[in-house]
């Protein structure tokens, strides 16, 4: 069975750092893209970022409020998604989603696996 | 940047049709999704490629796409089916969500 689940969310200081990782089975990860997915408290969906495949060199995209401050990447032979997280606001509250798309996810991209959520609080 | 808007909220009596619809400029020509997300739960891919179903979801879901709107439909809705959903699509560079709509089955 597809697999996907996160860890390293906790309780920050507004300024310092996080890593989270999003460990994944049942699936040969190094050909799938990996999705970042953040969910406010109370509110939508938002990407945060992803990291194509291997294939795609591994391209990555940013939403505009985290690029330049969040950093993703991978290791495929572990089968693992990173997502560093660097001066963190308090506005980066939220559960954080690692999900699966498709090798390069482009126009017709989905994400058909998600992780349960790791809960990341920034607060003082 | 590409938005979607979804309505807030709907409701909808049991055994009837929900429709939930997902706005957004020329939307009909990119390809949307639809995620269902119960409270305290990840999201749950429904619709894909505007009308398709991965495997394991009922048939009661369906979806469309055209012109501006994209809607997911559930025929026969069900008490179980109560949930966040929102729909997906491709802004170019990245997926884009809208702001999901809280579905009541009342």
């Known amino acids: 069975d597809v697999q996907l689940v996160e860890s390293g969310g906790g309780l920050v200081q507004p300024g310092r750092s996080l890593r989270l990782s999003c460990t994944a089975s049942?699936?040969?990860?190094?050909?799938?893209?990996i999705n970042w997915v953040r969910q406010a408290p109370g509110k939508g969906l938002e990407l945060v970022g992803f990291?194509?495949?291997?294939?795609?060199?591994?391209?990555?995209e940013y939403v505009a409020s985290v690029k330049g401050r969040f950093t993703i990447s991978r290791d495929d032979s572990k089968s693992i998604a990173y997502l560093q997280m660097n001066s963190l606001v308090t506005e980066d509250t939220a559960v954080y989603y690692c999900?699966?798309?498709?090798?390069?996810?482009?126009?017709?991209?989905?994400?058909?696996?998600w992780g349960q959520g790791t809960l990341v609080t920034v607060s003082s | 940047s590409y938005e979607l808007i979804q309505a807030p909220s709907v409701s909808v009596s049991p055994g009837q049709t929900a429709s939930i619809t997902c706005s957004g400029d020329k939307l009909g020509n990119k390809y949307t999704s639809w995620y269902q997300q119960r409270p305290g739960q990840s999201p749950v891919l429904v619709i894909f490629?505007?009308?398709k179903r991965p495997s394991g979801i009922p048939e009661r879901f369906s979806g469309s796409n055209s012109g501006n709107t994209a809607t997911l439909t559930i025929s026969g809705t069900q008490a179980m089916d109560e949930a966040d959903y929102s729909c997906?699509?491709?802004?170019?560079?990245?997926?884009?969500f809208g702001g999901g709509t809280k579905l009541t089955v009342v």
């Open positions: 990291i194509r495949s291997k294939a795609y060199s591994g391209a990555t």
């Open positions: 049942g699936f040969t990860f190094g050909d799938y893209a």
């Open positions: 997906q699509a491709w802004d170019g560079r990245k997926v884009v």
């Open positions: 490629q505007d009308t």
């Open positions: 999900a699966r798309g498709d090798t390069y996810c482009g126009g017709d991209c989905y994400l058909d696996y």
